[in-house]
């Protein structure tokens, strides 16, 4: 039977397996009766899936009946050699309710495929999402002070560099607290109430931002739900601001039945969002080690043998002997296009950057807005693309402090070399490689260095 599962976890076709195995029992004396039951037991182990891509290409996996979305980012990640930093993520998309969230690594995919309904148009989606542990690293990008404080029973503010783990404490939560819009149920105004997102649930005031209990009224707890993100908050419900989320229950299937809430800005969902992630799996999330995982140590690579760097001046040290490095292959890079006609020079620089995967030729801004929003707003996600208002040029997207911007990325002409800038020309670039690279390492005029590229990979 193990071996039967082998087989069929790689091949699409289970019948010529299932005469196999009953072959295989009869050889070995089992009853018939007790073959029947044991093939169809078997064939239940697995199940076919669809899984999407942000291009909405799609390919049908067979995969066990209790796989996890960590094993389908794992069985992706393998497929298309690509680099397991644990941002790829698996995300729930119901297209009919105009929502979606990310699946937590250790859910069972079998049972959030369970909750959707036959007609519904829902889908699994793969994708980068740069954001999903990172406030573990960075609390402070994620809780804004104004928003949290120590629950009521301790009367004190947190202490930001303890703040993930006061989540994890059964005894005791930060406090998140706040304006939000929320429609109001079987109506189509929305009204602005004052929250509290305790470990109990989520509140609302009706009394100002009074928070005794007899103004607090429960609005959503989580035990039988989840927290997602609205995609066209404006449109679909008619929300003041499109920075829409809300608490759906499992058992729910129909707008109407979504507790809908709305955000002045994308830091404020942000931190309701991974507020209401932590106080639900946070605790399996720590314990997975997941988030740990990406911490970077400093390494030497210059003996024979590799080494860890411990001493804090020495690793600077070699971060900028690397440095100089770096800045003298690159202008032997530069030195070996030559210049015998711009013609001649013109030719790589154009065509060198089209494989790499930080670039994604003729992008809209807008479609270059949602696709960094989709794969996370922090710090150093970017993009290349072609412009759209000049065929010669090219533009730079990056997001920081949560908000996105764009640098035009513009071609000089140097007696009849080809360089490109960000900065007008003062600091030129052979080509876009050298270009991101150089801003890989330092910031220059941009407002951080340039960290996690938009991947896209085909399925």
């Not at 069972?108 to 690293?137: H, I, T």
């Amino acid at each position: 039977i193990t071996s039967f599962q082998l087989r069929c976890s790689s091949k699409r076709d289970r019948g010529a397996e299932r005469d196999s195995l009953l072959f295989s029992l009869k050889v070995n004396g089992f009853p018939t009766c007790c073959m029947v039951e044991i093939v169809v037991n078997v064939m239940f182990l697995f199940q076919v899936i669809k899984v999407y891509n942000e291009d909405n290409t799609s390919k049908a996996v067979e995969v066990p009946t209790d796989v996890t979305a960590r094993d389908i980012c794992q069985l992706f990640v393998l497929k298309n050699h690509c680099i397991d930093d644990h941002s790829w993520t698996l995300f729930e998309h119901l297209s009919h309710l105009g929502i979606e969230r990310t699946i937590e690594d250790h859910e069972s995919v079998m049972e959030v495929s369970s909750g959707w309904g036959m007609d519904s148009d829902s889908r699994l989606y793969f994708r980068k999402n740069y954001a999903k542990y990172e406030f573990f690293k960075r609390p402070l990008d994620f809780f804004p002070d104004h928003m949290v404080s120590i629950s009521t029973e301790t009367n004190g503010l947190v202490d930001h560099s303890e703040l993930i783990q006061t989540f994890l404490k059964s005894s005791t939560c930060p406090e998140i607290h706040g304006y939000l819009h929320a429609k109001e149920q079987s109506k189509k105004s929305w009204k602005k109430f004052y929250f509290v997102l305790r470990r109990s649930g989520l509140y609302y005031s009706n009394k100002g931002t009074s928070k005794e209990p007899r103004h607090l009224q429960l609005f959503a707890d989580f035990s039988d739900s989840h927290v997602y993100t609205v995609l066209s908050a404006k449109k679909l419900h008619g929300a003041p601001t499109e920075f829409g989320f809300c608490v759906k229950s499992t058992k729910c299937s129909s707008a109407r039945d979504l507790k809908l809430l709305c955000a002045d800005d994308e830091q404020t969902r942000t931190c309701w969002i991974t507020a209401m992630r932590l106080l639900k799996v946070g605790l399996l999330m720590n314990n997975s080690g997941i988030c740990n995982k990406n911490s970077l140590v400093a390494m030497d690579f210059s003996g024979q043998k590799t080494r860890v760097i411990e001493n804090p001046s020495e690793a600077l040290s070699v971060a900028v002997e690397e440095g100089l490095s770096w800045r003298r292959k690159s202008c032997h890079r530069l030195s070996g296009h030559g210049s015998p006609s711009a013609a001649q020079s013109s030719v790589p620089n154009i065509a060198i950057h089209l494989a790499q995967p930080w670039f994604h030729g003729k992008l809209s801004r807008e479609e270059a807005q949602r696709l960094i929003i989709q794969q996370g707003l922090i710090d150093g996600v970017f993009l290349l693309r072609d412009s759209q208002s000049n065929p010669k040029t090219f533009v730079l997207s990056l997001c920081h402090m949560q908000k996105i911007k764009h640098f035009q990325i513009l071609p000089v002409d140097d007696e009849g070399e080809l360089f490109y800038s960000l900065d007008d020309g003062h600091t030129r670039f052979a080509d876009l490689i050298q270009l991101v690279e150089f801003y890989q390492l330092n910031r220059g005029v941009l407002p951080c260095k340039l960290k996690h590229h938009c991947a896209q990979i085909t399925l």
